[in-house]
């Protein structure tokens, strides 16, 4: 079994369909996690192989029970509905089995392996979304999202055209290059100024200053007064604000939630759903179809 294999990513599109070569499945709002078990040893990573064994200690105790020798599966960590402060890991691809390297089987054999293990909670099988219209009951019920993927599809370490993500709400990871002070009786920071990669450039995309509590305001803002530089980070866009402004290292990346870019590329009524911890701020792009 490898010690690593890079995670299988969907491509952003703005097409609509419904056919029987795919199956669909909802996005969820989670941590993207992959789990390793050789023996008793279980280790969880995120996408870009940073370690989250000790951030969900009941799905990695869950998966050091399953009965089998080696596994590799592909999942999303996402709170559980119902139980509060609770993460379920949500399994959508299992990637080797006892020695047996199943990337190259159609996913429909690899489901049928995953099957086999019999999932119980916090470990649980992503369902496929039944109906004519999975995007619409996906954007209906308040979903980020629907998944399609073919069901002949082989495991790639790639952003692959064979996985589709259709979002409902508008959202983008983007990096933190700055911050404004907090007015009136706001604590800890005012809005974040924030940006995306376009090759060498780091784009500012604008502010966002809704979606914070006290604890994130005042938690976020003794992080980034340990990062701060002279000058702004942003080196592509218009409209930096002048006052009041602190300028960081473009580190930290957030996931942001919004109605649409504006025609000079900013967001428009942006809130922030929170940190990404699990992503590169290089790996940031926008993402709007078009890539």
Known sequence: MPEWVAPMAATLTDKRFNDPAWTFERKLDGIRVLAYKQGAKVELWSRNRLPLTANYPAAAEAIAKLPVETVILDGEAAWAWGRLGKADYHVFDILFLDGRDLRELPLTERRKQLRSLKLKLPLAMV???????????????????????????????????????????????????GF?????????????????????????????????DTKLLTSLRARLDK?????????????LPKLRTHWVKPEIVVQVAFTEWTPDGKLRHPRLLGLRPDKAAKEVVREDGKN
């Not at 701060?228 to 409209?239: A, E, H, Q």
């Open 127 to 177: 369902a496929e979304l039944d109906g004519d219209a999975p995007w619409e009951r996906a954007c209906n019920d308040g979903w980020e999202g629907v998944i399609a993927k073919r069901r002949d599809s082989p495991y790639e370490s790639r952003r692959s055209p064979l996985w589709l993500k259709m979002k409902c709400e508008a959202t983008q990871e983007l990096v933190i290059g």
């Open 180 to 212: 404004t002070d907090p007015q009136g009786a706001r604590v800890g920071l005012g809005a974040l100024l924030v940006g995306h990669y376009d090759k060498d450039d780091f784009v500012f995309a604008g502010k966002v200053g809704t979606g914070f």
């Open 227 to 239: 990062m701060l530089r002279d000058k702004p980070p942003f080196t592509k866009g218009t409209g």
